[in-house]
């Protein structure tokens, strides 16, 4: 089943002499429970596609269809909440809010919405997460691995359509993104979770199912 479709999606900065082409009409579809790496040198348009991909910026032009939804058909209040509910996003270097502790910043986007928090859910994601012993721990007292799964739960508490993970070992020992890694296949493999993630590791891109290369702002290779 189709979850996330990519319509003539371009993305322009700039104007005249300074005009930057940071992706150029691209498009392309993804199934439900599907692992993607992007891969491309800096610059290629990685970065802009999933954030483009996640609402977080709107496009000079093109579509981005989340679960059937025109995400870019809402206002920015709409989108907002529809980024939160049914994107988790994960970044290289965790984001977290360091006046909260573990639990805190994985339930932070329920408690943004305003919804109750499932103590019986949170206690089995802090379980999957290795993190049960460190939930009343704040982010200064985690190592980075711990960090990352934190942002990792922070990512899947809401049950999300799709996860869009930026370079999420860019910041991590060999060890750590070895165990990140394999965190997020359980949760594609045993969950069905629709993971794009982008990375320069050639290595951790072969562990996802698909691979998409972009250069230039294109897409070079799909397989």
């Not at 009409?25 to 996640?54: C, P, R, W």
């Not at 059937?68 to 270097?93: M, P, S, T, W």
């Not at 997460?129 to 922070?154: A, C, F, M, V, Y």
């Not at 869009?164 to 394999?182: F, H, M």
């Amino acid at each position: 089943m189709e979850i996330l479709k990519i319509e003539n999606l371009t993305k322009i900065y700039g104007k005249g002499a300074t005009q930057t082409v940071a992706l150029d009409n691209v498009s392309f579809t993804v199934e439900k429970g599907d692992f993607i790496s992007i891969i491309g040198a800096s610059g290629s348009g990685k970065s802009t596609l999933l954030h483009l991909i996640g609402g977080v910026d709107r496009p000079t032009s093109g579509k981005v269809y989340l679960d059937g939804q025109d995400i870019f058909g809402y206002n920015d209040d709409k989108l907002a909440i529809f980024r939160r509910r049914q994107v988790g996003l994960i970044y290289q270097f965790y984001n977290l809010i360091p006046i909260l502790n573990v639990e805190e910043n994985i339930t932070l986007p329920i408690e943004l919405d305003r919804r109750k928090v499932d103590s019986k859910k949170i206690d089995q994601l802090l379980n999957q997460l290795g993190l049960t012993d460190r939930k009343n721990h704040l982010p200064n007292e985690l190592s980075g691995g711990q960090q990352q799964r934190t942002s990792i739960g922070r990512a899947m508490i809401t049950n999300p359509a799709i996860i869009l993970a930026d370079e999420p070992t860019g910041n991590l020992d060999s060890k750590n993104s070895e165990e990140i890694i394999e965190l997020l296949k359980k949760s594609n493999r045993d969950n069905k979770q629709t993971i794009i993630m982008i990375t320069h590791n050639a290595d951790i891109a072969k562990e996802a199912n698909r691979i998409i290369r972009l250069e230039d702002g294109k897409i070079v290779e799909d397989f």
